[in-house]
């Protein structure tokens, strides 16, 4: 629980407190980076409360973005697919890794060109790469159970 607890703080209210406290002071047209996942559109097993504190965050952004039109402030999220990060020494369930499926990475670079380039566009969500917008698609399009199925098959774990 204390990891759990550590991530929502990390993820969830780190992330609103900063938001919070740096809004008095951003004039028209600044721009707010919110880092989110390809997790936050999908419940995703075995890292359910990662997924659950990254769909906060795309929930927040978006909501956020829309409060703050009026004072001309742009809120986006930023949600990438697979960036190799310290994310990956943490993704561990019970002393088991439980990512074991990648299929594909994007660098740091390439997932902020695009954020970038998204911004200037006005985007409320930026996705890194077209296979990922792909993905984001489906997910959104296809019944859930058949995306946490196709999750733990693909991560190697039990469907039922």
Known sequence: ????????????????????????????????YELCSLSSFQPVPYIN???????????????LNKELCQRKIHVMAVCPGWVKTEFF?????????????????????????RAVR?????KDVSVCGAPTRFQVFLVKHLPTSFVLNTWCRQQKKPTR
Not at 49 to 63: D, M, N
Not at 118 to 122: G, I, N, Q, Y
């Open 89 to 113: 020494d943490h993704a561990v369930y019970q002393d088991e890794k439980v990512i074991t499926y990648y299929n594909r990475f994007y660098t740091p670079e390439q997932v902020i060109k």
């Open 49 to 63: 409360v990662y997924g659950a504190t990254k769909a906060f965050v795309l929930s927040f952004s978006r909501a």
């Open 118 to 122: 998204d911004m200037s566009k006005r």
């Open 1 to 32: 629980m204390e990891d759990n607890y550590a991530m929502i703080a990390v993820n969830d209210a780190a992330l609103v407190a900063m938001t919070y406290a740096t809004l008095p002071y951003m004039h028209e047209e600044s721009e707010i």
